[in-house]
């Protein structure tokens, strides 16, 4: 058998092995969350094997140098599921005759361990077993000694070991790709992670998910979609970074036209016994207001109340890869007189930006951190193509993350994102903030009972078919109409001219119109702006970037379920735009 063949023969071994073995192991239910991670690195080694083209029988050409190398991988792990004396010195499993009497092997599992297990053995499934598997079903099973043994776990945190050692394997077996093999199975895995949170939807199981993501590295998305889901479909309890925490007004320095401001730069210095948490310094605060209808009634009040907290929660639960693009919350103080909530965002403003905003008599200046619609409307600022591409895909994978963590934005458009690291002196688009979430929530909710602002410079941004001031005459809000409004954005960042610039550019032709924005106004901008994004887009900003835009904006016409949706917009959205940002550095 020549080299290929063996390590073809190999990884089959070994998919074999860690199948026998799963099965093999006796568990109470408080190792669910361990035991699921066997699931999670056979879905990794699935594909690797993909990737390798291990499960197809064929190694690609570019790891024949390292065949020997892979072959001493696979041997090694198919030799740690076998070695039972190593299984029960070095990582925490016994035979299971050996348990105590009266301990017996659970017959059924909870719902919640079902649930996720289904979901991570779908995308194995999905992904493809080795190419011998059909001559495998046909053929009859062969019962070996392994078959036989049934493991339990009498020590969790040995187990633990065994797991991350299997992982081991696998980072090394990834380690031998090329760049170019990479990229595409850590978008492979980064999908899995998207349609293993889509599948669940109740949140035990999301909890289960969690502790079962929780401290593995490859799997902080799959943590913060599930955090985020759980989020959603429950109450703001659910969260884990604490209750939320109800701010005092007095305790910021608030400009003197704050009442006629939707968003403002203040100076929060806490003075009231109750404030928490405690600086010793005055911090400077981003802060947004969110609107309610002043004949609310006191249950939908309630409602908008609790989905306020629920996306203070959601705000907090940022992965590293986030942080400083996605505004950690502080808490929120009320406003009844002007009929809303204020919400206090800890902002990382740099001392040569923007601020501090001068006081007169004792009173802060109106500031407001740079935003992308400002610097769309400044003659002199014109990015390069590379940098415009950089922001671009930024917001993109930040969009994509809260997509799949059931959140949709409601309201993107250039005035909502910022650039708090901005100097004074010279623009810098390289660190986004995405503000902006008055409107924002779950896609689970069927009804809105926000205000929908009929203002121009909004409304623009809305999909045709969520325009109007009237519940009854709007459909439900979907992620299509989010994926629309991102398109939008991406044809400004594209053309650099704010959006109300171009409808009045490609609008002139529909003079007959008449006046007014509304949703027959709506539609013919999209088809304009959908005509003029295949006519020259591609020439600006060339052909993928057009592509990514024009799906944007089709999304709409399209009835996608948006659980569908999620793991679209990443292929279709994020990936090409990843691709062409690759091409410039």
């Not at 501090?356 to 109106?366: D, E, F, N, V, Y």
Request: include cysteine; proline fraction near 5%; charge should be neutral.
């Amino acid at each position: 058998m020549d080299a290929t063949g063996l390590a073809i023969e190999l990884f089959r071994l070994v998919i074999k092995t860690y199948e026998i073995f799963q099965k093999a192991i006796d568990f109470p239910e408080s190792s669910s969350a361990i035991v699921l991670r066997l699931d999670v690195e056979l879905t990794r080694l699935q594909l690797w094997g993909k990737h390798s083209g291990a499960n197809r029988g064929v190694l690609v050409p570019d790891l024949a140098p390292f065949e020997p190398l892979i072959d001493r991988i696979l041997t090694r792990l198919t030799s740690l599921l076998q070695d039972s004396a190593k299984l029960k010195e070095k990582y925490g499993l016994s035979p299971a005759n050996e348990l105590e009497a009266g301990v017996k092997r659970p017959t059924t599992r909870s719902k919640s361990f079902d649930q996720v297990k289904g979901a991570l053995r779908a995308i194995v499934k999905t992904r493809g077993s080795t190419s011998s598997g059909e001559q495998e079903s046909n053929s009859k099973p062969v019962v070996t000694a392994l078959d036989r043994v049934r493991w339990a776990i009498s020590s969790e945190a040995k187990f633990e070991q065994l797991v991350e050692d299997i992982r081991g394997y696998t980072n090394n077996l990834n380690e031998l790709l090329r760049e170019s093999q990479r990229a595409p199975l850590y978008q492979d895995w980064h999908r899995a992670e998207m349609q293993i949170v889509g599948a669940v939807d109740d949140t035990s199981s999301l909890q289960l998910m969690q502790e079962m993501a929780e401290g593995d590295i490859s799997c902080q998305d799959m943590l913060t979609m599930a955090l985020r889901k759980a989020i959603a479909i429950n109450d703001s309890s659910s969260g884990r970074k604490g209750s939320v925490q109800i701010l005092a007004k007095q305790d910021f320095d608030l400009p003197p036209d704050f009442r006629q401001l939707s968003r403002c730069i203040a100076m929060y210095h806490p003075r009231s016994p109750s404030s928490f948490p405690i600086t010793q310094q005055p911090s400077y605060v981003l802060v947004e207001k969110k609107h309610y209808d002043d004949h609310i009634s006191s249950e939908d009040r309630a409602t908008l109340l609790s989905r306020l907290h629920r996306l203070i929660t959601l705000l907090n639960t940022a992965t590293p890869d986030e942080r400083g693009l996605l505004p950690t919350c502080l808490g929120y103080w009320s406003e009844p007189d002007d009929n809303c909530w204020c919400l206090a965002y800890r902002c990382p403003f740099l001392p040569n930006c923007t601020l501090p905003p001068q006081k007169i008599a004792g009173r802060l200046i109106s500031a407001q951190p740079v935003s992308l619609l400002k610097l769309l409307q400044s003659s002199s600022f014109k990015p390069a193509l590379e940098l415009r591409i950089k922001l671009a895909t930024t917001l993109a994978s930040v969009l994509s993350r809260l997509y799949g963590g059931q959140w949709l934005h409601k309201g993107i458009r250039s005035h909502n994102i910022v650039f708090p690291r901005s100097p004074s002196d010279a623009y810098d688009i390289s660190a986004p903030l995405i503000t902006g979430f008055e409107y924002s929530r779950q896609y689970s909710e069927t009804v809105s009972i926000d205000i929908i602002s009929q203002d121009f410079s909004q409304a623009v941004y809305r999909h045709p078919d969520y325009q109007g001031d009237v519940e009854a005459r709007r459909s439900r809000y979907r992620m299509a109409y989010d994926v629309y409004s991102f398109g939008l954005l991406l044809a400004e960042i594209a053309w650099w001219v704010p959006m109300e610039k171009t409808y009045q550019d490609v609008m002139k032709k529909r003079s007959n119109m008449g006046s007014g924005f509304y949703a027959q106004h709506a539609r013919g901008f999209m088809e304009e702006i959908i005509r003029r994004v295949g006519k020259e887009l591609a020439f600006r900003v060339g052909t993928p970037y057009q592509k990514v835009v024009e799906w944007c904006l089709m999304q709409g016409q399209v009835n996608t379920p948006d659980k569908e949706l999620v793991v679209d917009f990443y292929n279709n959205v994020v990936v090409p735009l990843e691709e062409v940002s690759k091409t410039f550095q």
